[in-house]
């Protein structure tokens, strides 16, 4: 496409910028509330990052919350009843997602278009009251006093300690930077071309021998496997896990984030879900109308931009090149 | 199990049943019209609590009059909201799920402010029980009942007996060959619509003096009515009643006999159910 070509080194300077901007925030910004803000903002970034490519196909993904909830019950389970390290925990609560993912997907998957947004909103609904009747993990409460993280020893001596909010800050900037490389390195290559050809013609990708159900799979499991590993973030970082942190709205944000944000692109989510997390923020005054003026955004930016947010930088940036060269403007969102 | 007990449960069912059935026509039609899963059906049915109790108690009029005039009010906001959210959005179901979302966490919130969260109350505009088989039911429940019977009824005749109900229908099926002979299949879109939320805001205010008003019983309804939905297959009329007052039942009988916790078997059967068949009980492929 034309737009890559003409803002390839804008985007470059822009994510430099950006990294430097989101490894220096703590240091510029001494105040924890505007820490737990960045950590919201990286965290729901890589939720709505992971549920992207399943979004793009059609299928409203609407299970993150429990997948979220499953991961963090297992580091939670095994931290405090077994006394595992913190990050084979973690590894382990990924691995526990992504294969309770494989045992329910094959049959899910089977459910099409909205039904599929009903089974997986059933499955939501079945994990977080399952585990909210679960009494020796806690009942609705959940468990409690989860430790944080294990100190990681670094070869020269010094230790990476997580005591204040910064060092889960840096952790969850690292998880973010690792996981959306790895989503839009997979995006860019061959799984990203699938999908966009699943999107636009699944039976004709799948009568060209293409098998588009397993990849279906693949990519829910991926996004189970963050799902858990981000759940795992969660207990390590709140210090506990309880049915009530993973209902439906925790399943349905990283959507809206990223339709707002718009599915044309690879950014969208996460332009998507900076907006829409730090919004809130700038009304802090009147506490009461937060959620008011949250949702009056969402549906001002999908009555307005077609494509969402990032279509209408799309759009402006098409309008700019095709009037230098003096071509009539074009809709370029025609990958929707 | 005493006889008593049963009529209770069956009547309790019935009537949150019948009201389920008001709820899922609605969503039902708007999905089969305007292809919208509109999630905020739910803040509908709420806003016509809300509505009723202001007319009744704050306005002072009587509580049929408050009814209807919800309904009609509702109506009206269906109009608009047609108008100004999902006609522009027409035949594009991500967007316009997106934005029944953000309608549906707007007018939480809106009514969170207006209304506070702890909740309205308004007492049942008759009083009184008349005996039955051994159990005792209220009249006011009894009015319930029989007024969704109404209603369903009067949908039932205006969908397939009426001119307008064919042009709905003709539009259902295809919309663009409803078009093609003439069918104004834009304003058919918004009075459907007005139509869908009339009902839900009937079905909010007949509720309303059996339960608080909260600004989020919304929520709490659609649920039930997804669960309907599935139960009977998206866009089938005669599914939604069925599957209506099936749940209806089941949740009647689930809390009395099992408790809290029967509301995962309901979830765990859809889940089941979509499994084997992934079009809904009733709904065709």
Redesign the interface.
């Known amino acids: 496409m034309r737009i890559k070509t003409y803002t390839i080194r804008g985007n470059i300077i822009l994510l430099i910028a950006m990294i430097a901007l989101l490894i220096s925030w703590p240091v510029m910004i001494h105040n924890d509330y505007y820490l737990l803000v960045g950590i919201m903002v990286l965290f729901q970034i890589i939720l709505a990052v992971s549920v992207f490519p399943l979004?793009r196909m059609?299928l409203?993904f609407v299970a993150q919350g429990g997948f979220l909830a499953i991961g963090a019950y297992t580091t939670a389970l095994l931290v405090t009843r077994a006394g595992f390290n913190t990050w084979l925990a973690m590894l382990i609560s990924g691995i526990v997602a992504a294969i309770a993912s494989i045992l329910i997907i094959y049959?899910?998957l089977?459910?099409?278009?909205?039904?599929f947004?009903?089974?997986t909103?059933?499955?939501n609904?079945?994990i977080t009251?399952?585990i909210s009747?679960w009494s020796w993990a806690g009942g609705p409460a959940g468990i409690l006093y989860i430790p944080p993280p294990n100190s990681i020893p670094l070869p020269w001596g010094a230790t990476i300690e997580f005591s204040s909010v910064a060092d889960f800050y840096y952790l969850v900037l690292a998880l973010a930077s690792l996981i959306v490389f790895i989503l839009y390195r997979l995006w860019k290559g061959y799984l990203g071309k699938l999908i966009k050809a699943i999107n636009t013609a699944e039976d004709l990708a799948s009568s060209l021998g293409v098998p588009t159900l397993r990849y279906k799979m693949l990519i829910v499991i991926i996004c189970c496997f963050v799902c858990g590993i981000m759940g795992s973030f969660s207990a390590l970082f709140y210090g506990l896990a309880s049915p009530g942190q993973f209902g439906?709205f925790t399943s349905?944000y990283p959507?809206?984030f990223g339709?707002?944000g718009g599915?044309g692109y690879f950014a969208g989510p996460i332009v998507g879900t900076i907006f829409l997390v730090t919004l809130p923020e700038f009304f802090r005054f009147t506490l009461?109308?937060?959620?008011?003026i949250?949702?009056?955004a969402?549906?001002l930016v999908?009555?307005l931009f077609?494509g969402g947010l990032i279509g209408l930088f799309a759009k402006l940036v098409e309008l700019a090149q095709t009037k230098s060269k003096g071509k009539f403007f074009m809709n370029n969102l025609k990958e929707n | 199990m005493e006889q008593n007990v049963i009529v209770q449960v069956l009547i309790n069912g019935l009537t949150t049943g019948l009201i389920y059935v008001l709820m899922a026509l609605g969503f039902s039609l708007i999905f089969s019209i305007l292809r919208v899963?509109n999630f905020a059906h739910g803040e509908f049915y709420m806003l016509g609590a809300v509505l009723t109790y202001y007319i009744v108690s704050i306005a002072g009029l009587p509580f049929y009059v408050g009814v209807l005039a919800a309904m009609l009010a509702m109506g009206l906001l269906g109009l608009v909201v047609e108008r100004?959210?999902f006609r522009?959005?027409a035949d594009q179901?991500?967007?316009s799920?997106?934005?029944a979302?953000?309608?549906s966490?707007?007018l939480?919130?809106?009514m969170?402010?207006i209304i506070g969260s702890r909740g309205k109350y308004i007492s049942e505009p008759i009083s009184g029980v008349i005996k039955f088989l051994g159990a005792s039911i209220s009249w006011y429940t009894l009015t319930v009942i029989i007024a969704s019977i109404f209603l369903v009824l009067g949908l039932h005749i205006l969908i397939n007996y009426t001119k307008f109900g064919r042009t709905i229908r003709a539009v259902a099926s295809n919309p663009k060959a409803a078009l093609l002979v003439g069918v104004k299949t834009k304003s058919i879109r918004s009075q459907t619509f007005a139509i869908a939320t009339g009902l839900a805001a009937a079905a909010g205010a007949l509720m309303a003096p059996l339960y608080y008003i909260t600004p989020y019983i919304g929520n709490q309804v659609i649920?039930k009515v997804?669960v309907v939905v599935?139960l009977g297959g998206?866009g089938s009329i005669p599914g939604a009643v069925f599957g209506g007052l099936i749940l209806g039942f089941i949740e009647s009988v689930g809390l009395t006999y099992i408790g809290g916790?029967a509301?995962?078997f309901g979830?765990?059967f859809?889940?089941v159910l979509?499994?084997v068949r992934?079009?809904?009980l009733m709904g065709k492929k």
């Open positions: 979004i059609g409203l049959p899910s089977r459910a099409k278009g909205l039904y947004l009903l089974v909103l059933s499955l609904q079945v009251i399952g009747n439906l349905f959507i809206v339709i707002v599915i009461e109308y937060q959620p008011l949250y949702a009056t969402v549906i999908m009555l077609r | 899963f100004i959210m522009p959005l179901a991500l967007p799920f997106i934005v979302l953000g309608l966490m707007g939480s919130a809106l969170a402010v649920f997804m599935i998206l916790i509301n995962i979830w765990l859809i889940i979509l499994l992934p079009q809904g």
